[in-house]
């Protein structure tokens, strides 16, 4: 990312809905959104082919966890937004202290959740 290219933001949502609401309020303070991406395995596929700065991460995918690419992400320490309407109690221990943003969530905060994870240049 550099002061002429937007942020790029990484989306896994599998609600189509929620997946245009977050790609129209990303879009709208001026991020590039890549995807959104519906399954684990596009998810992994797109995470490892594209370019990104932040991702964020809806953890439930029509009943497949995205843990795997949690811990992908994590490894190569990009910064990741778990977007879940679970409760901290029911993730796994590792990724209890990750930013998280309970569904139902309005667009403002998404995009402060986002720009606090998103290094300064």
């Known amino acids: 990312m550099t002061a002429f290219e937007p942020c790029r933001v990484l989306v896994v949502e599998d609600e189509f ?7 129209d309020d990303l879009i709208a303070a001026g991020y590039l959104v890549i995807g ?13 082919a594209e370019r990104f700065d932040v ?12 843990y795997p690419l949690v811990d992908e992400l994590l490894e190569r320490n990009v910064p990741v937004l778990l977007l879940t309407g679970y409760a901290v109690s ?8 990750l930013p ?3 569904k139902p969530f ?4 998404l995009v402060r959740r986002i720009k606090g994870l998103v290094p300064a240049d």
């Not at 959104?36 to 490892?48: C, E, G, K, Y």
């Open 17 to 23: 809905l929620v997946a245009l609401q977050i790609e």
């Open 36 to 48: 959104p991406f519906t399954t684990l395995s596009t998810s992994i596929a797109a995470s490892r």
């Open 55 to 66: 991702a964020t991460l809806d953890l439930n995918l029509r009943g497949e966890f995205v």
């Open 90 to 97: 029911d993730l796994p221990e590792r990724f209890r202290a």
């Open 100 to 102: 998280r943003l309970t």
């Open 106 to 109: 309005d667009g403002t905060e």
